[in-house]
């Protein structure tokens, strides 16, 4: 099976179970806080791009990495990135001048940016965000590719 197809394969079973998990956020989000969704036609390109995003970084990560335990604690060590030091869920202001800036070029905030402006109106820097995922996902399948095809 050609590698292309095989990341097509895997992007695509790792985003069917998430949408639900999204419509029922969204859903969610209108029902607590009033949230007034404004849907744009960007949606399900940024969706797709969140979802190849991550999907190439864990390839990369699976291909290059010869050691499980390696893949698995930095598997481990971004999650916990993404979730208590990235601005996805607080405004980057409440961060460290240093770690904003970091969080610049690394895809975390840029995934929130472009889902956000896909569901509401007036998000800053949506341009950025988008090369900042586009970078990561073609950086990302070109260690995959590389390393896939070393290993033979």
């Known amino acids: 099976m050609p590698r ?5 394969t895997w992007t695509t079973v790792t985003l069917t179970p998430g949408i639900p998990a ?12 009033g949230f007034r969704p404004h849907l744009s036609p ?4 940024a969706v797709l791009l969140v979802a190849l995003t991550a999907t190439a970084i864990g390839a ?17 060590v971004l999650n916990f990135m993404a979730i208590g030091f990235a601005p996805v869920a ?7 001048d240093w770690l904003a800036r970091l969080n610049h070029v690394l895809p975390f905030e840029s995934m929130a940016v472009v889902v ?37």
């Open 4 to 8: 292309a197809v095989g990341l097509a």
């Open 22 to 33: 999204m419509a029922a956020s969204v859903l969610t989000a209108r029902l607590r806080y």
């Open 42 to 45: 960007a949606l399900p390109v």
């Open 60 to 76: 990369a990560l699976a291909h290059a990495v010869s050691q499980p335990m390696v893949t698995m604690t930095l598997t481990q």
């Open 90 to 96: 607080f405004p980057p202001e409440q961060l460290p």
């Open 116 to 152: 956000r402006a896909g569901l509401s109106d007036g998000v800053p820097g949506v341009t950025r965000a988008y090369a900042v995922l586009l970078a990561w996902s073609v950086g990302c399948v070109a260690v995959a590719v590389r390393a896939a095809g070393r290993r033979g």
